[in-house]
């Protein structure tokens, strides 16, 4: 923190009750939107469907537009935050992405409603690595651990009450608005924080100030794209041939990157990845720790989704109150997770992946039982572990990285971490969908079943990849 350029905001009253907590409700108000829009808007594709007279590929792009442009600019986002300023580029991807939530909200046509998507996952990329950015800067030691507390508990329960927030909204139909209101709810919001934002958030930069590397931003998005459409757009579309060819153009795009990387840093200029970031040890296992935890995440939602309203016959409102069982748990874990891994470093991610993998087994044994006549009651306790398992993973791997990283790679870090916990969703559902949809045809319970014990797999994975990473946070 002391390396980084920091500047304090005029002491305007606000900042004076809170003090440095005051920009902290600021920057996970963005945290909760970005997160939030990922997941809300799934309960509410039949309704955007019917209302616009759309398509399923204008609908299904509806998802995948969101999340493509989201991972392919997040490291752009986070080399704007270092050189021109961390609260300007958070604000700019603020006001952006509050007029996009406008824009798909009172979208006329599904073409406009795709656009504007499309729009609101570039914003969502400013808001994301400039987050984790402020507040690796902001605070230190146990204030550092309340604050990444506090952000995994934003990212988490916006993920596992999307889809009840969106069944809500779009059955209490307020004002006639339907399905609209799953995106006009931000403006609200947004206009609050974009308000309270150059008040109490203090400006930060790198320290070197990193120029803006044109080629390595775009040989960085061609490859993410390269592997982002293909997974989000092929399942859909059956794996026609660009998707395979797409797939396989990855490679070179992400050799062509890291030699164009190494000739920049080579020569004295500024990479956008920084070849030295790879260099260190924890963040390489950081980094796959990400990945394997995040192709579980959005997978499970997905499925656990798909069982309850198709193979149970469960409304969307009522799957959702499923999940809320989920999120009470997980709001517990989380509020204590940061705390125990600055104690306890990597053993507190291998623990939570021990429990969110005895919840999948403890499901496959519920749903076994709900085959044999039980209640879905029988689900509760698995939920619970697994609310517990993800509270305890998701702030973790992000607080362990960032507390060993030097502060000239603190903007980059957070950039890749948050793309690959897009890329890691995205994988995950892209295998566990055709895993799941291969299986439906003997039920919606076996291909639950099987799908879930495959996450449980990929959890083991996470535990022996926290193998290397530092035992206590420095």
């Not at 490291?75 to 604000?91: C, E, H, K, N």
């Not at 927030?165 to 995106?183: E, K, T």
């Not at 190494?262 to 963040?283: K, N, Q, V």
């Not at 948050?418 to 969908?433: D, N, P, Y």
């Amino acid at each position: 923190m002391s390396t980084d350029t920091l500047t304090s905001p005029p002491p305007l009253p606000a900042s004076r009750a809170f003090g440095h907590w005051a920009p902290l409700p600021v920057v996970l108000a963005g945290t909760f939107m970005m997160v939030l829009d990922f997941f809300i808007v799934n309960v509410a594709l039949p309704a955007m469907q019917t209302g616009l007279h759309a398509s399923s590929g204008a609908v299904e792009w509806v998802v995948a537009g969101y999340g493509l442009t989201t991972a392919v600019f997040l490291i752009t986002g986070a080399r704007l935050g270092d050189r021109i300023g961390r609260m300007r580029v958070f604000t700019a991807g603020l006001a952006l992405f509050t007029l996009s939530s406008a824009g798909c909200g009172l979208a006329p046509t599904p073409g406009v409603l795709v656009a504007a998507r499309l729009v609101q996952g570039a914003s969502a990329a400013l808001l994301g690595p400039n987050v984790l950015a402020i507040i690796t800067v902001l605070y230190t030691g146990a204030d550092r651990a309340r604050a990444l507390a506090a952000y995994g508990m934003s990212m988490g329960v916006a993920a596992v009450s999307g889809q009840l927030i969106g069944g809500v909204l779009v059955q209490a139909n307020l004002a006639g608005l339907g399905w609209r209101s799953c995106f006009l709810i931000n403006i609200p919001i947004g206009l609050a924080a974009l308000a309270a934002a150059p008040r109490v958030i203090p400006e930060s930069r790198a320290p070197s100030r990193p120029g803006l590397d044109l080629g390595g931003t775009i040989l960085a998005t061609l490859a993410l794209t390269a592997v982002m459409l293909p997974l989000v757009d092929g399942r859909a579309h059956g794996w026609p041939l660009w998707t395979w060819l797409s797939l396989a153009a990855a490679p070179a795009l992400v050799a062509a990157l890291v030699g164009h990387q190494r000739r920049l840093a080579a020569g004295g200029g500024a990479p956008l990845l920084p070849p030295g970031l790879f260099a260190i040890a924890e963040f390489r296992a950081g980094l796959a720790a990400q990945l394997l935890f995040w192709c579980g995440q959005g997978s499970f939602f997905l499925i656990l989704t798909l069982y309850l309203q198709l193979g149970r016959g469960l409304s969307a409102l009522h799957a959702g109150l499923m999940v809320t069982i989920l999120a009470v748990t997980y709001v517990v874990a989380s509020l204590r997770a940061p705390a125990l891994a600055e104690r306890h470093g990597r053993r507190v991610l291998a623990v939570g992946a021990g429990v969110l993998a005895a919840g999948h087994l403890a499901l496959l044994a519920a749903v076994a039982d709900i085959g044999s006549g039980g209640s879905l009651g029988v689900l509760v306790p698995g939920l619970m572990l697994v609310g517990i398992g993800m509270g305890l993973v998701i702030s973790t791997v992000p607080a362990i990285v960032m507390a060993v990283m030097p502060a000239e790679h603190i903007g980059a870090t957070s950039g890749v971490l948050t793309t690959v916990q897009f890329v890691g969703s995205a994988l995950g559902v892209a295998v566990i969908g055709v895993l799941f949809y291969g299986a439906v045809g003997h039920g919606f319970a076996p291909a639950f079943e099987l799908s879930v014990a495959v996450l449980a797999v990929t959890l083991a994975a996470v535990a022996g990849v926290s193998r290397l990473l530092p035992a206590p946070v420095r």
